[in-house]
């Protein structure tokens, strides 16, 4: 065989190999990625790789929590990854039960993990503490980071030794940027009003979804997420969340559209709770 003979051999093999190999890297992007709204700030992600991923799971305890999840958290599935922003009630809610339940780490704020942690709620094991900018990888394929929320943070206890309630410092709130492994981004805002950096935040991660608060009182309302979504994030799509949970959130999806008037190239994808989507 002429060496240019053999040449040209090889380098249609290499050519097919790398066509093979791409064609086989590209399949994920092809999958999608499913949403269900448990109420609140509380979603169930299903990666396109299959991941079960769980943001703020207000369950047991949420009042627009849709059946079965309210009261049997094997609902959910087998978690795979499981994020609190805050230590707020309506966002840590059942998560250190689902931890021991799926024996999965609870990712969160490092000053509300400790205290988790060394109250008891938790085993050291299943905490997993990081902090705004830092970067973890909980799953394969799965990474998230940790941004600025402006809100607060507390974390409020029973202690069984004296049957009454304790208020425990739990650190600063965060948001989550969740990456897909298709490269798919979610920004889970947590509970936030409005501050600058959010254009920051949007232009550096370039998230393709964000799940907004829309309540007010304790959040953004209606007109201050649409202003921040006008000026500052502009992003694909938007998906309205902590309101219609209780009188202290009296924000409205139709006042949220109504201040969103006039722009153009946002969707605004209002879900009920119980309700699926995928992207």
């Known amino acids: 065989m002429k060496i240019s003979h053999w040449l040209k051999m090889s380098?249609?093999?290499?050519?097919?190999?790398?066509?093979?190999?791409?064609?086989?890297?590209?399949?994920?992007p092809e999958g999608k990625t499913e949403l269900l709204w448990l109420g609140q700030a509380s979603f169930r992600i299903k990666s396109p790789g299959g991941k079960v991923i769980v943001v703020d799971p207000w369950l047991s305890g949420g009042p627009k929590t849709p059946a079965p999840y309210k009261t049997d958290l094997s609902a959910l599935g087998k978690v795979d990854v499981l994020l609190v922003t805050h230590a707020h009630v309506d966002h840590i809610g059942d998560a250190p039960a689902i931890a021991k339940l799926n024996n999965t780490k609870l990712y969160g704020p490092a000053d509300?993990?400790?205290?988790?942690?060394?109250?008891g709620l938790i085993p050291a094991e299943l905490g997993h503490r990081f902090n705004k900018t830092g970067s973890v990888k909980p799953a394969p394929g799965i990474k998230v980071t940790a941004v600025a929320a402006e809100h607060s943070s507390l974390l409020v206890w029973k202690n069984p030794a004296?049957?009454?309630?304790?208020?425990h410092?739990?650190?600063?709130?965060?948001?989550?940027?969740?990456?897909?492994?298709?490269?798919?981004?979610?920004?889970?805002m947590g509970d936030t009003g409005l501050f600058g950096d959010m254009k920051f935040i949007s232009e550096h991660y370039k998230p393709d979804l964000v799940l907004m608060p829309i309540g007010g009182n304790f959040t953004m309302g209606p007109e201050d997420a649409a202003f921040a979504v006008k000026t500052w994030i502009k992003p694909k799509n938007v998906i309205p969340m902590h309101y219609n949970s209780n009188p202290l959130t009296p924000g409205t999806v139709a006042e949220f559209q109504a201040a969103m008037q006039g722009s153009t190239g946002t969707r605004i994808v209002p879900m009920t709770e119980g309700q699926k989507v995928e992207f």
């Open 162 to 167: 004296t049957d009454k309630m304790e208020s």
């Open 11 to 28: 380098a249609a093999l290499s050519a097919a190999l790398l066509l093979s190999a791409t064609g086989h890297a590209q399949s994920a």
């Open 112 to 119: 509300m993990v400790t205290p988790l942690i060394t109250l």
């Open 169 to 188: 410092p739990a650190g600063e709130p965060v948001g989550y940027i969740i990456e897909m492994e298709n490269g798919f981004k979610i920004w889970h």
